[in-house]
């Protein structure tokens, strides 16, 4: 490294053991406290003013020099102050927007798109342990989360998902569905025990259980559009599937909906 030709060697010198003097210098200060104080009960006026010493020696060993101005005394601070002065100010500042953050969060929601699982999502019906794989909701369509679900079909293995769709008598902008798990006529097994029902999200309860009558599952909704009904029966076995939107005998406004 190259040396400055106008460096001075003594102020290089004194930089050296400032630190140590002016520490030096408030210690005494304070052991001169300790042994006037000793055997006495109050701190006296003598007392405060070598702690006040001890205290303006530490400080005056970080200041690099005094200037006299028309305005008074002027201290140029070590760059370490100022350093310090500068990451408390941008801490304050990033905590500061930290809990702007946390605050938009909490009154509007986080926004952004959620990446959608690809592989089988596994569901367990109620009084099974069996796991059954079905796709994740909303893979096919994230608009309607049962597509794609269920095999796509509404007849399988000797079972049928069926639906009727009206308006609701007294609610113009809403319709009644009823939807229907049955045996098919050529079936050789009785459908017997629970169906799931798997609603669309907007449903507050998305998986509905029916008991099995007279070999018909049925359950009856209010919905204001069409969406896709998936259905699970003979304890897993047979899986069903309906989009109500592609049944041109339902009401036009229900399937555009």
């Given at each position: 490294m190259t040396k400055d030709p106008h460096e001075n060697p003594s102020t290089k010198l004194f930089d050296t053991i400032r630190p140590w003097l002016f520490s030096l210098l408030a210690l005494t200060a304070i052991v001169i406290v300790l042994a006037h104080i000793q055997d006495k009960v109050k701190i006296d006026n003598i007392d405060l003013f070598f702690l006040a010493t001890a205290g303006a020696l530490l400080v005056f060993e970080?200041?690099?020099?005094?200037?006299?101005?028309?305005?008074?005394?002027?201290?140029?601070?070590?760059?370490?102050?100022?350093?310090?002065?500068?990451?408390?100010?941008?801490?304050?500042?990033?905590?500061?927007?930290?809990?702007?953050?946390?605050?938009?969060?909490?009154?509007?929601?986080?926004?952004?798109?959620?990446?959608?699982?690809?592989?089988?999502?596994?569901?367990?019906?109620?009084?099974?342990?069996?796991?059954?794989?079905?796709?994740?909701?909303?893979?096919?369509?994230?608009?309607?989360?049962?597509?794609?679900?269920?095999?796509?079909?509404?007849?399988?293995?000797?079972?049928?998902?069926?639906?009727?769709?009206?308006?609701?008598?007294?609610?113009?902008?809403?319709?009644?569905?009823?939807?229907?798990?049955?045996?098919?006529?050529?079936?050789?097994?009785?459908?017997?025990?629970?169906?799931?029902?798997?609603?669309?999200?907007?449903?507050?309860?998305?998986v509905r259980y029916v008991s099995v009558v007279g070999d018909v599952a049925r359950l009856d909704l209010l919905a204001y559009g069409a969406f896709t009904v998936g259905a699970i029966a003979d304890g897993g076995e047979t899986k069903l599937e309906l989009d109500l939107s592609q049944d041109p005998s339902f009401p036009k406004k229900f399937r555009e909906s």
């Open positions: 970080r200041i690099i020099k005094f200037s006299v101005t028309k305005d008074g005394v002027t201290a140029e601070m070590l760059t370490g102050i100022k350093n310090d002065i500068s990451n408390v100010k941008q801490d304050v500042s990033d905590a500061k927007q930290v809990a702007r953050e946390n605050q938009l969060a909490l009154t509007g929601g986080v926004g952004g798109k959620v990446p959608r699982a690809t592989e089988s999502k596994a569901f367990k019906l109620r009084g099974s342990s069996q796991e059954l794989e079905l796709r994740d909701e909303g893979e096919e369509d994230p608009d309607d989360t049962q597509k794609g679900r269920f095999g796509g079909q509404p007849v399988n293995n000797g079972r049928e998902l069926a639906a009727v769709v009206v308006p609701a008598e007294g609610s113009p902008n809403n319709f009644k569905v009823s939807l229907t798990v049955s045996a098919t006529r050529d079936s050789k097994e009785p459908l017997t025990g629970d169906v799931a029902f798997f609603l669309h999200e907007t449903f507050r309860k998305k």
